[in-house]
DNA sequence: GAAAATGTCAACGTCAACGTTGATGATGTA
DNA sequence: TACATCATCAACGTTGACGTTGACATTTTC
């Protein structure tokens, strides 16, 4: 808002002429920031540990990035409307079934996670303390979108239970709940490159949900 | 007598003594600053807010409690503990199979994240941010329970799947990352006295994990 | 009804984190 | 050589939240 420091005005000059190796920096500094808001939370990071982690002094940063705020709406951004892209490419394809789309949007956003880590899980992890509280235009602006991608997959799952193809007697928000909640609960034990992928993690636990864990009629 | 108000040596007295109005505003702050942890988190909340809340002054909130610290500490407090000893009594039992206790734990523990509401809550939501990076005796204490109540859990499912009681194609972190996934998220959204109960949410997902949410072959 | 205990708060000192300033040496560029 | 831009940082001012102090009313106790 209040941007008439010397050095924001020198920051501003400099991203706007580009500059590869000052990029660079600065998409090591988000890098850095994503990495320690996970770790840390949001609040709980302060500039002092993103310079450090980074090898500079805290003021330096400043030359890089204009506050703690800016780091984390820069790491946030974009991942829920890659989100909301992928839900609408898949509403697009009339050819699915709401129960085959319902598992395609099950598995990309679980890909995408890992794809962008940590910033997905960010997101996961900070939006009540963070954006739930909040007034400011971008908070409202992300609630809106989550809101808006909730819906959609309200809609698979409603329309999946209208097709006969999921349970009838578990209401579609509790089923939701069930199926969103393991996935977003990898926020707190998914690290990408430790054992199984993303894509395993996602197929294994939509076979959880649609055939379950009990062992059938024993067959052979 | 009259030792100078040093109001935190009031304070002890009077904690010490007893005293029923006294312990009763003392467990309404507590309750009022569980609420406002579990909605806001623990750093954004300021005593300033539990005060306002409270209808009191700030500084009157330290004649009843030391420090924000200690409001978070007794909020989270004996919830673990409660937890474990529920795990320890299925144990005990010998005459369960373990699918069937890991039932019971399941159901149990949603049970009493609803009865304990928000304690719980607050429990799940800020483990990250306060337990995983502080270094207090406190913090390591929580962190080693929860590391103690992990391993039955895990142990519960490891003994149902040598009993045949669940899938071997899905390997036992897995499982347990996906059923307590499920119970754990429940945090973001689930809210007593609205709509199903504790019991119910947890009956739907237990039937959903062991038997899926997909149509059977049709059954009639 | 005086003395003591109780609950309350206005005001204060302190501290940690924020974001800024102004200057410095380094690196190009004429 | 002279000059300009660059990346950096020591030091600063500011803010917001913490926890304490000392005194003031009100109630309790003797």
Same mark, same amino acid.
């Given at each position: 808002m209040t941007e008439q420091s010397n050095i924001s005005r020198r920051r501003r000059t400099k991203q706007a002429k580009g500059g590869a190796d000052y990029e660079a920096k600065r998409a090591e500094l988000l890098k850095i920031a994503a990495q320690l808001f996970k770790e840390q939370g949001f609040q709980a990071?302060?500039?002092?540990?993103?310079?450090?982690?980074?090898?500079?002094?805290?003021?330096?940063?400043?030359?890089?990035? &204009?506050?703690?705020?800016?780091?984390?709406?820069?790491?946030?951004?974009?991942?829920?409307?890659?989100?909301?892209?992928?839900?609408?490419?898949?509403?697009?394809?009339?050819?699915?079934?709401?129960?085959?789309?319902?598992?395609?949007?099950?598995?990309?956003?679980?890909?995408s996670y890992e794809d962008n880590y940590p910033a997905t899980f960010v997101y996961i992890q900070e939006q009540m303390h963070q954006v739930g509280t909040e007034e400011t235009v971008w908070a409202q602006e992300i609630m809106k979108k989550t809101r808006q991608f909730d819906q959609i997959l309200l809609g698979f799952i409603r329309e999946a239970v209208a097709q006969g193809d999921l349970r009838e007697d578990i209401p579609a928000r509790l089923a939701e709940n069930a199926l969103f909640g393991m996935l977003n609960w990898t926020h707190r034990w998914f690290v990408p490159g430790k054992g199984m992928?993303?894509?395993?993690?996602?197929?294994?636990?939509?076979?959880?949900?649609?055939? &379950?864990?009990?062992?059938?009629?024993?067959?052979?």
């Open positions: 990071t302060r500039l002092l540990d993103i310079a450090q982690a980074a090898g500079l002094d805290r003021a330096t940063v400043y030359y890089y990035v &204009g506050s703690k705020e800016e780091l984390f709406h820069e790491t946030v951004e974009g991942v829920l409307d890659a989100n909301i892209a992928a839900a609408h490419a898949l509403i697009a394809d009339t050819e699915l079934k709401a129960i085959e789309r319902l598992r395609q949007i099950f598995v990309t956003l679980m890909v992928s993303g894509k395993e993690v996602a197929e294994a636990f939509w076979s959880i949900f649609t055939s &379950g864990m009990a062992h059938a009629s024993v067959p052979a």
